[in-house]
């Protein structure tokens, strides 16, 4: 009995899309009408030179606090290799660029969003709620997943079969003398 339903080997199901997939454009242009809102509203209020001199503001604060988060990155780095160690975890060196670059995105929000990440007890609080969320989902992954997940990655084919194996090398030359051909593929 058939459904009228095409049932075809080559369709299959779109997988489900996930929450952040589905509702992050939603939350971007909900971010950006509220960023243009919120700055008609101060230039309605203070001036657009005001405004204009708000955003510039931020910027060159932006620019200073990612310059000066990166030489201390580069600087423990460079410490720590020169101890023979591996740098330190935790510097917050991270989460002082994301702040300098959300004073550098154009709007009040972010600047807002950008001066609370470069308050310690916020880049404390964040970067324990990161690593537990961090923890939290490799502990769920099971162990070795990451792995096996890149192996997987590289070894299954478009059509969807598995190769597994590995290259032998035979001592031959890698390319033919002048005037002969390449052996024939055998399998």
Do not use: C
Not at 123 to 139: F, G, H, P, T, W
């Amino acid at each position: 009995m058939t459904t009228g339903v095409p049932t075809s080997p080559y369709t299959t199901s779109r997988p489900r899309r996930s929450r952040l997939r589905r509702y992050l454009p939603l939350g971007v242009a909900a971010w950006l009408v509220l960023e243009i809102w919120l700055l008609t509203l101060v230039a309605g209020a203070a001036g657009g030179l005001a405004v204009f001199l708000l955003l510039v503001a931020g910027f060159v604060a932006g620019s200073v606090v990612i310059k000066r988060a990166g030489r201390r990155a580069f600087q423990s780095l460079n410490e720590a290799l020169q101890r023979g160690g591996s740098p330190e975890r935790g510097g917050g060196n991270g989460l002082m660029m994301l702040g300098g670059l959300l004073l550098m995105i154009p709007g009040l929000v972010s600047d807002a969003a950008g001066l609370l990440l470069l308050l310690p007890p916020v880049q404390k609080a964040v970067s324990r709620y990161a690593e537990n969320a961090l923890d939290k989902r490799l502990r769920t992954a099971g162990a070795g997943s990451l792995k096996d997940a890149f192996q997987q990655a590289r070894i299954h084919r478009p059509d969807g079969k598995v190769v597994q194996g590995e290259v032998l090398r035979e001592d031959r030359p890698e390319r033919p003398e002048p005037g002969e051909q390449y052996p024939p593929l055998t399998r």
